[in-house]
């Protein structure tokens, strides 16, 4: 995979300080050996992430690989740990590697906060787009139920079979969720000054269901997490506070056409 000298440079600079955690030296070293083919990189090598997350403070690494093996080396506990970590490294991208295509670990891997999802094996031109993939910065979400990268980006072209429907069912899911929501909302806009203690009190039992059915559409995650904190504090009804939330219910609701 040939690449223009400026996205060289930004590869150099992502592979420049990785962390690998695998219990397998072997393909460990090998995958460091590939990075060094990408651009020069010093890859730090564990055998499991116990060790991963003690040595991230001192290595402050640009780039972390971490394998996932069901039963004995759980990559996506290790991000989620990471992500609601103090640690300055804790948005660095996570690529998880594993043998395990399926539609658990691919749907964990996402809501864990990993960046991209890398079958193994794999060659160098995937590894490649993987490393591309994680040079943009992409948006940080912070809420109770998630702490990560939007999750829109995350990649999911490696998976493939009869757990497709799976994720047929998902699509579904989430529809049926967006029109709940989006019910909620009108419903809340329209009975605010009616009835506004009701109103804070139904959204804040769903709140939880906001960012699920506003992330895929273009620009809704933000608005879905702003909403949702600011319903997590301590609000009155009176009527500042429904003139501040009745703009965050209207901004949601002009991302998706009435009808």
Request: proline share 5%; net charge negative; glycine share 10%.
């Given at each position: 995979m040939s690449l223009d000298p400026k996205l060289s440079r930004a590869v150099a600079e992502r592979v420049a300080r990785v962390l690998i955690i695998n219990r397998d030296a072997a393909p460990a070293r090998m995958l460091a050996t590939q990075l060094r083919d990408?651009?020069?990189?010093?890859?730090?090598?564990?055998?499991?992430?116990?060790?991963?997350?003690?040595?991230?403070?001192?290595?402050?690494?640009?780039l972390i690989f971490v394998e996932?093996?069901?039963?004995?080396?759980?990559?996506?506990?290790?991000?989620r740990r990471l992500r609601r970590s103090m640690t300055p490294a804790r948005?660095?991208?996570?690529?998880?590697?594993?043998?395990?295509?399926?539609?658990?670990?691919?749907?964990?891997?996402?809501?864990?906060?990993?960046?991209e999802f890398?079958?193994?094996?794999?060659?160098?031109?995937?590894?490649t787009k993987r490393v591309v993939a994680v040079i943009t910065p992409r948006p940080w979400i912070q809420?109770?139920?998630?702490?990560?990268?939007?999750?829109?980006?995350?990649?999911?072209?490696?998976?493939?079979?009869p757990p497709k429907r799976l994720s047929d069912k998902r699509a579904k899911e989430t529809v049926a969720v967006q029109k709940a929501v989006l019910a909620l909302l009108r419903n809340a806009d329209a009975a605010l000054d009616v009835s506004p203690d009701e109103v804070i009190a139904a959204l804040k039992a769903r709140a939880d269901t906001l960012y699920p059915a506003f992330e895929s559409i273009p620009g809704g995650g933000p608005l879905a997490v702003e909403l949702a904190t600011w319903l997590d504090r301590p609000v009155s009804s009176g009527p500042l506070a429904r003139n501040q939330l009745r703009q965050k219910i209207q901004a949601l609701l002009a991302l998706v056409p009435a009808g």
């Open positions: 990408l651009a020069p990189s010093e890859a730090t090598i564990v055998a499991d992430t116990a060790t991963g997350l003690k040595a991230i403070n001192d290595l402050n690494p640009t996932h093996v069901s039963g004995e080396m759980d990559g996506l506990e290790f991000t948005g660095t991208p996570v690529i998880l590697t594993t043998t395990e295509a399926t539609a658990a670990v691919l749907f964990g891997a996402r809501d864990a906060g990993v960046h890398l079958r193994k094996p794999f060659n160098l031109g995937d590894l809420a109770e139920s998630y702490v990560g990268p939007d999750r829109r980006r995350f990649n999911s072209g490696d998976y493939k079979g």
